[in-house]
């Protein structure tokens, strides 16, 4: 089945100790990104990667980090996480179709920083 | 400055009636747009998309419009089920815009209920 998966669905940690959000497609493609989710701000994008080892900012890149070694998967990181980085937080994979990216999201990692 | 709009937090909507869901959007490099559903627990699922070179889009019960000239674009849901109640995102895109060629702007959603 193709799909996009987020480990952990769930996570409460506290301010400063660092985590990882993996993600992995088995679609193949070459453009993934992460998104986060808050009420009244809808989704924005933290980071992009449009191939193996190409990464780019979105608009709220600040506090975290990605890397793509593998074109599969695209882990998000937060090094020091703080009570802000409390969110709902999307990976997704794109099929390009020429004209526009339509993008898979994965099912969310529900993370509260304490 | 948010560049895609839904201003329009929720929409209730009976059963069997029709549902219309409106975006605006501010920037005329855009040239494709999306809406997206999204159901609680569950990621954005794909919904209909249209070129900017269209105004009109068909899929099933789905219908997406876009006037360009007055930068607004609407899902229409005909006929609404209770099943369509979720969350629906609409999102741009500027396709030929440099390295995030395909980076997709999404507006905060409007909450779509429909009762039965």
């Known amino acids: 089945e193709a799909q996009v998966t987020q480990n952990p669905r769930y996570l409460i940690t506290v301010t400063g100790k660092k985590l990882t959000v993996t993600c992995s497609q088995n679609?193949?493609?070459?453009?993934m990104s992460w998104y986060r989710q808050d009420p009244g701000l809808g989704l924005r994008q933290i980071y992009y990667?449009?191939?193996?080892?190409?990464?780019d900012k979105g608009d709220v890149p600040e506090g975290y980090k990605v890397s793509r070694k593998e074109k599969r998967n695209f882990p998000l990181i937060l090094e020091s996480p703080s009570p802000n980085q409390t969110s709902l937080y999307f990976c997704a994979s794109s099929l390009w179709r020429g004209s526009y990216n339509e993008q898979f999201f994965g099912p969310g990692t529900r993370l509260t920083v304490l | 400055d948010q560049q895609v709009k839904q201003n329009s937090p929720s929409l209730s909507v009976q059963e069997g009636r029709i549902s219309i869901l409106n975006c605006d959007y501010t920037?005329?490099?855009?040239?494709?747009f999306l809406w997206y559903k999204k159901y609680p627990a569950e990621g954005p699922t794909f919904l209909i998309s249209i070129s900017s070179i269209k105004d009109k889009n068909e899929d099933g019960r789905f219908t997406v419009f876009l006037n360009k000239s007055a930068k607004h674009l609407s899902l229409h849901i005909v006929p609404s089920q209770p099943g369509d109640s979720a969350v629906y995102f609409c999102?741009?895109?500027?396709?030929?815009?440099?390295?995030?060629?395909?980076?997709?702007?999404f507006g905060k959603g409007t909450k779509l209920s429909v009762k039965p």
């Open positions: 999102a741009a895109s500027r396709t030929s815009y440099g390295g995030s060629q395909g980076n997709l702007i």
């Open positions: 920037n005329s490099m855009f040239d494709y």
């Open positions: 990667s449009m191939n193996v080892e190409v990464t």
């Open positions: 679609m193949n493609h070459e453009y």
